[in-house]
Each structure stands twice: as C-alpha cells, then as structure tokens.
C-alpha cells in the first residue's frame, strides 16, 4: 500500500502545473474578465441608447464573394452610394461591393504599401491605412476613376511603436466630433482618436491632434483588434477582435456594453468565423463582416 501512496506528490504536481497554465492561458485570452462581463450583464437592465449587439442574428452566413480570391482587409459603409468598401493587400485594391456582397467595381491601389484600413469620411473621400508604415491616406474617389496613387493623396503618418509588426487595422470616423479613430491591432493594443486629419477647411491652419488612453485600452477583454466602427445615433464604438471571436460595444469612455459572438453556435452561426477582418454598420444598423480571405456575413437586428 505504501508503494501505491508514493506517486501522490507527482500526481499534485501535475494537477498543480495544470492549474497553473489553465489559468494562465484564461489570463492570455481575457477569458476572465470577459465571463465576469458576461456575469455583469446578466443583472443590469438594457439602456434605450445600448446597440445590444447580443440581440442581433445572423442572415447571412460566410457568402463567398465571387471573383475576389485575395485577403479583404476592413470595410466601411458610403451612405451615398449606398454601398460598402473593402480593401485587399496582397493585390493592393479599394474595392466597392454591394450590400449584398457583390463586386461593383475594382480600384487599383499604386504607392500604398500594405493597405489594411478603410473609412468613408463623407462624399467621395476616405481615409485607408499603410499598416507597416502607419500612414494615413486622404483619397478622393469619383464615378470613373480607375486608380488611386498614394503619391497624389494628403497623408500623415504617426509613427508610434513602430518596431511592431502589428500596426494600424481598423479606422472609424466620427463626422460630428470630426474625430478618426484608429486601431493598432496589439503588442500593444490601442485606440489613438486623430483630430485634424484629413484636413477640413483649407483656410485654416493645418494642426493634427493624437489623443490616446492605455489605460482604457488595456480593460478591454480581447487578444487584438482587426476593424472599428463609430454609430453616430449612440455614440458608441464597435470593436472587432479576430483572436477573440467576438464584436464589442464601447460606450464614450471605453467601457464595454454589450457583446456580439463570432463563434460557431452563437448570433444563430453554424460555424465559427474563420478570420473577420472588417466590419461596417448601414443606416439601419444592420452589421456587415468580412472574413479572410473572401467571405461575407450579414447580422440583423430582429424588429420587435
């Protein structure tokens, strides 16, 4: 009996280690700060001004986008034409696609390096993205045209933690505030919001503000951020994390409100999204996802 009791320390060591790494890889996927929101949210009545993004229900599910065989990065919804831009890096393309996922045109992308970002700023002007060289583009986009050069465009570049790899991934605008947010995907992960680029009124001087909260940033229950959108009627931030599986409310000071699920059994999914990239919301607030490297979903919101 003596010689059967001897393995106990070996056996509480391995139970010991295992315990230590389960709780070490919860720690590196913010697995429990994000059950302890999970939990928050169960006792707290849903605000008139929330998006409840927990609500909404998928429609359309991993729809291949034909003719586009490269990786789409980000997405941004044109309330003028109606429509919804992508851009793609390997290629370097801005391409317009319908709301249904179709392609409506192709643009050539000359000089910009490794795209990964687009927003609408308003008719005919977007901002797009230089992920390695952190560079904010001023493009202007008419009916004909056929190619956009980099070297034409107004453009800054931040130059912040620039010995990563992991640069700038998603942009939002908020056209009242006049404000660009912009995400850097991680190591680390941050939120800058951009004031004074692109420049708006020629006669007055021109003076870019950067405004950046760590402190926020680091609440934030996601491994890393591959597209924002700002919703104007709330007043909210919309985060998309790929490593996380998941979409995230952000009210005006960072905190997080409500959760929509990427993963395989949740907002009505079949199966897990693969790698969303990009993510845009219409006037009607219906949501838009792309995922690597050219599948595209729709998530509604049901009418009570």
Do not use: C
Not at 22 to 43: C, K, P, S
Not at 191 to 197: D, K, M, W
Not at 234 to 258: N, Q, T, V, Y
Request: aromatic fraction near 8%.
């Amino acid at each position: 009996m003596r010689r059967l009791a001897r393995p106990k320390p070996l056996i509480l060591l391995l139970l010991t280690i295992s315990l230590i790494a389960l709780i070490a890889a919860g720690q590196y996927l913010r697995l429990f700060e994000r059950a302890w929101f999970n939990l928050n949210t169960l006792w707290k009545p849903t605000s008139e001004q929330v998006i409840a993004l927990d609500q909404y229900r998928v429609t359309v599910e991993a729809q291949t986008i034909d003719g586009l065989n490269d990786d789409v990065s980000a997405l941004t919804f044109d309330p003028i034409r109606k429509s919804l831009f992508t851009v793609t890096n390997q290629n370097a393309e801005l391409i317009e696609l319908s709301l249904d996922g179709k392609i409506l045109r192709r643009i050539a992308l000359i000089g910009f390096g490794d795209p990964e970002a687009v927003e609408f700023i308003s008719e005919d002007t977007y901002v797009i993205t230089d992920e390695r060289q952190q560079r904010l583009i001023k493009v202007h986009l008419a009916d004909d045209t056929q190619f956009l050069d980099a070297a034409d465009a107004e453009q800054m570049t931040l130059g912040v933690h620039m010995s990563s790899n992991k640069g700038f991934e998603g942009l939002a605008y908020d056209s009242v505030g006049k404000r660009l947010f912009v995400a850097k995907e991680r190591d680390p992960m941050l939120i800058y919001e951009v004031h004074g680029f692109p420049h708006h009124n020629p006669e007055k001087s021109y003076a870019v503000h950067v405004i950046n909260n760590p402190k926020r940033d680091a609440g934030l229950f996601v491994r890393d951020l591959s597209s924002l959108q700002y919703d104007e009627r709330s007043g909210h931030l919309l985060a998309l994390s790929d490593e996380s599986r998941l979409i995230i409310e952000l009210d005006i000071d960072g905190r997080p409100l409500s959760t929509l699920s990427l993963s395989k059994g949740r907002q009505g999914l079949q199966k897990t999204v693969p790698q969303a990239e990009g993510l845009a919301m219409d006037d009607d607030g219906n949501l838009y996802v792309v995922s690597e490297p050219n599948l595209f979903y729709v998530f509604k919101k049901p009418q009570p």
